[in-house]
Nanobody
Framework: VQLQASGGGLVQVGGSLRLSCSAS????????IGWFRQTPGKQREWVAA???????NYVDSVKGRFTISRDFARNTVYLQMDSLKPDDTAVYYC???????????????WGQGTQVTVSS
């Protein structure tokens, strides 16, 4: 399964964006899909994940602002980002893993990232 992230762009502080992670095949066999972000010179940071049972988890810095969801019919996982802050500026990636994990080493099938820029 190949994943492709899209939906990034330039937005002002307080604005919203919705990222999409589209899979080339069916998502029914995928256990867990996560969103990560990375800025130059820093390690890739786990942001959110959604399990096959639709349970979700978020890094503390985005709780209450970001929402991850999963649409099996469209083979797509979304990341709705609201109340965006300059610190959210990064390249966002999606990837899959077996079981719950926040460790980037547990993830594979990384898609090409999408740039999110939040201007103040």
């Amino acid at each position: 399964v190949q994943l492709q992230a899209s939906g990034g762009g330039l937005v002002q502080v307080g604005g919203s964006l919705r990222l999409s992670c589209s899979a080339s095949g069916s998502m029914f066999s995928i256990d867990n899909i996560g969103w990560f972000r990375q800025t130059p010179g820093k390690q890739r940071e786990w942001v959110a994940a959604i399990h096959s049972d639709f349970s979700t988890n978020y890094v503390d810095s985005v709780k209450g602002r970001f929402t991850i969801s999963r649409d099996f019919a469209r083979n797509t996982v979304y990341l709705q980002m609201d109340s965006l802050k300059p610190d959210d500026t990064a390249v966002y990636y999606c990837a899959l893993s077996n079981g719950w994990s926040t460790d980037v080493r547990e993830y594979r099938n990384w898609g090409q990232g999408t740039q999110v820029t939040v201007s103040s």
